[in-house]
């Protein structure tokens, strides 16, 4: 488990990170969703044990991260930001490298390496001074380190940064394939990420918790949540169809691309009503969804909101 209590870094009169608390447990993958600059990293660095907090505990599988650090160290694996490594040394010397340090023996070594290098797609590089390596391959060298002693805690900072799209799947199937028996905290801009991955997520802007809620529950405080998105070629007239509709509080065209939305009123479930408004109507509609909520909107509202009070 991680276990994260009133957490506080401050750079002289800065507060990179506010009071932050939260917990992971067993089998969960917790996102950790901000903007930039919001306090994620600085946050993963001290439940790392790579930077001291000013005031607050992190402990991982129960060790204090600042006052057993040998112990949390050993149960953790963490992808810094960026990934920094040695330049000159090749993807196999630098594994080897992290495997003495962790202390593992010759045989893990070995076993250990054939599983990263062949989860991670190192074959082909693996001979290869690592400065040379594109950014997507230093990317997973990063988290190869990072599992190669099979940690049962995962601390990973934007772990899909600078891959390309099928590495970016790769790397979450790679995360939800180890989230079974591990707990993972990754930090994440990319929204689309936390519904691929994680069980909860935790939105952090200036240094301060905002949400603590599973992605479905986040999505369902969008306006767009339940509300009802069709095409079609009539739209003014479908507009106010849709408008006279019970249940229905407003109705919006999308001046970009003439998409009609419905908005329902608090409570009312209006995909049915529309549906059989459409067929009696003899509307043709070339496509229309029923809207889970939009993500970006919540976290929106939610970051905004906040720079709006500071
Ligand atoms: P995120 O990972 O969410 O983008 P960071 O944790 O990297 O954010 O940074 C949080 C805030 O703390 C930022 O405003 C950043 O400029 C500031 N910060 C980070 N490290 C230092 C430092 N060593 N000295 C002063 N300010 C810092």
């Known amino acids: 488990m991680i276990e994260v209590q009133k957490l506080v870094k401050r750079y002289g009169v800065f507060t990179a990170v506010d009071d932050v608390s939260f917990a992971v447990q067993p089998g969960e993958v917790l996102g950790f969703l901000g903007p930039n600059g919001a306090g994620k990293s600085t946050t993963m660095k001290m439940i790392a044990g790579f930077l001291s907090p000013t005031s607050g505990t992190a402990r991982v599988c129960g060790f204090d991260v600042q006052e057993q650090p040998i112990q949390a160290k050993r149960v953790l694996g963490y992808l810094p930001e960026g990934a920094p490594s040695y330049g000159e040394m090749t993807v196999r010397a630098f594994l080897r490298f992290v495997a003495d340090l962790r202390g593992m023996g010759v045989a893990q070594t070995r076993v250990r390496m054939d599983e990263v290098v062949g989860r991670l797609g190192l074959e082909r590089v693996l001979e290869q001074p690592i400065e040379t390596l594109s950014k997507g391959f230093k990317r997973r060298v990063g988290l190869a380190q990072a599992i190669l002693h099979d940690p049962p805690v995962l601390i990973l900072d934007e772990p899909t940064d600078g891959l390309d799209p099928n590495q970016k799947h790769e790397v979450r199937a790679l995360i939800q394939s180890m989230a079974r028996d591990k707990i993972i905290l990754i930090s994440t801009h990319i929204l689309e990420e936390v519904h691929a991955v994680c069980q909860r997520a935790v939105i952090i802007a200036r240094g301060k918790v905002l949400a603590d809620a599973p992605p479905a529950e986040l999505e369902s405080r969008s306006r767009y ?86």
């Open 225 to 310: 949540h339940g509300a009802v998105s069709l095409t079609t070629a009539n739209t003014v007239s479908v507009k106010e169809g849709l408008a006279r509709i019970e249940g229905v509080a407003s109705v919006e065209i999308d001046p970009q691309d003439g998409r009609i939305t419905a908005f329902p009123r608090a409570g009312q479930l209006i995909w049915e009503r529309i549906n059989g408004f459409i067929q009696d109507q003899q509307i043709t509609v070339s496509e229309m969804q029923l809207e889970r909520g939009r993500l970006d909107e919540v976290f929106r509202q939610i970051t905004t909101t906040q720079e709006m009070r500071a």
